[in-house]
Nanobody
Framework: QLQAYGGGLVQAGDSLRLSCTAS????????MGWFYQAPGAEREFVAG????????EYADSVKGRFIISRDNTKNTVYLQMNSLQPEDAGVYYC??????????????????WGQGTQVTVSS
């Protein structure tokens, strides 16, 4: 089970740090990803990280603003979101890809999903 938390209401330009902690299984060998879903839109890839924490993938829209990281000793993945904009608002989900050690930006690759945490950005 994955539990995402850390969302909230912020103003444009602010930062938030999302966390995703796994329970019941270890994610230390999994590639991990963050996705977001705006109201009425499809879920989209935001960022991914390999099992070592040294290889990353980012959506073009967040490059240079968001940073994904992980702490395998805590079974946790993070998403540091800086310079947030209203278009970043939505529900953010973390996900685990148990079949790969490197991240790919496709929903279908991920096997386990968290429940989502809401991010709201006011202009």
């Amino acid at each position: 089970q994955l539990q995402a938390y850390g969302g909230g209401l912020v103003q444009a330009g602010d930062s938030l740090r999302l966390s995703c902690t796994a329970s019941g299984r270890t994610i230390s060998s999994d590639a991990m990803g963050w996705f977001y879903q705006a109201p009425g839109a499809e879920r989209e890839f935001v960022a991914g990280i390999d099992w070592t924490g040294r290889r990353f993938e980012y959506a073009d829209s967040v490059k240079g603003r968001f940073i994904i990281s992980r702490d395998n000793t805590k079974n946790t993945v993070y998403l540091q979101m800086n310079s947030l904009q209203p278009e970043d608002a939505g529900v953010y989900y973390c996900a685990a890809d148990k079949d790969r050690t490197y991240p790919v930006p496709y929903l279908s690759a991920f096997d386990y999903w968290g429940q989502g945490t809401q991010v709201t950005v006011s202009s």
